[in-house]
């Protein structure tokens, strides 16, 4: 009707409507098809967790039983994908190995291939990830093994000393790598399940839209803020420094990366889960030396007027980079980690649109602030 609404950063449009996640932004709640996080977290698995987003309820005994087996005999990767991945420079970012899923042709227009897509993506993101962090350690791939839950066989796939067929994941850290998949599967329409909807609202096929959302959950300010308060927590070095780090971030000159949040300005439900699963990994690993800056830093922004009013409180970012690194995993890898479950949220919000009785390509408006119309200026004219 020739009305615009000026949005910028889409800070206040909702573009769709959703049955899949909800959250409460002021209470810090969040909930996926009506079930609390918290109780998917604590009884829940992974795959049972994407079945429940993709296709809207908690799968009966039979379901789950067709859906694991099915998702698992999918994590296989073809023989030219694996070289693809293994041709990589050995430092590249593993992130870069997710469009690597990409090459398959797959027109969506045909709706009889969307689940066998679904369960091929979700299967075989686990494998490429795991691949992409064996060329890192340049050792052979693993097979994956679909005798194993779904977090149990990545770290089975990555793990440097699995080249043992005897070799069985530490049962405490398959179940809180199991744990961070559940709460990392969806978070409604974030950055990069926008991006996945936004491409795929093309007719794209689901590889290329995978593609596009992993992109956009590479940023720091998105998935890739797990990296990123390691990198900070490493630089301000002691507790000691805490201070001067916290100046610099109320005169804007640093980010306090793993704080804030576009929805929750409270708590985000998910780090205090979180936080628990990272007393198992620290017991089972040992001790975090990281852990000791990375509460000082965060009790003395809490306890801190400018972040209390700007309501800038630890996000899920915050904790799991220090899971991952008492884990073992390198650095750069932890972006991966949050992508390889977020693929779940980002097929269940792409079918959700692909299926809606009226699909549209997304295609915003813009304000426009530049010149008006003017006469082309000849080069030797111009000044
Ligand atoms: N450190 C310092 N200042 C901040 C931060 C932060 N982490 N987050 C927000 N602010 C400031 C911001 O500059 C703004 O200041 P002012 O009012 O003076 O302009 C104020 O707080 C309000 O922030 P906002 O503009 O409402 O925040 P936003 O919704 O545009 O951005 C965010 C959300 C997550 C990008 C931001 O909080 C941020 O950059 N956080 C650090 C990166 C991070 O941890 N990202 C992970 C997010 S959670 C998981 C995920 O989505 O991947």
Known sequence: NGIRVFDPAYLNTAAISSKITFIDGDKGFLMHRG???EQLAEKSDFLETAYLLIYGELPSKSQSEIWKFEVMHHTEIADDLAKVIGSMRYDSHPMSANPALQGRNLYIHDKSIMNKNIIRIIGKSATVAAASMRVRMNRPFIAPRSDMGFAENMLYMMDATSDSENYKPDARLAKALETLFILHADHEMNCS??????????????????????????????????????????????VENIPTFISAVKAKKELLFGFGHRVYRNTDPRSKIIREVAETVFTACGHEPLIEVATALKDAALADPWFVEKKLYPNVDYWSGLIYRSLGFPLDFF???????????????????????????????????GPQVRDYVPIGDRE
């Open 35 to 37: 079930y609390p996080i």
């Open 193 to 238: 399940t926008a991006a996945m909807t936004h491409v795929g609202s093309s007719l794209v096929d689901p590889y290329s839209a995978v593609s596009a959302a992993a992109a956009a959950l590479y940023g720091p300010l998105h998935g890739g803020a797990n990296e990123a308060v390691i990198r900070m927590i490493e630089k301000i070095g002691k």
């Open 335 to 369: 972006p991966v980690l949050f992508a390889v479950p977020r693929v779940a949220g980002w097929l269940a919000h792409w079918k959700q649109a692909i299926e809606a009785s009226n699909p549209k390509i997304w295609r915003p408006r813009q304000v426009y602030v």
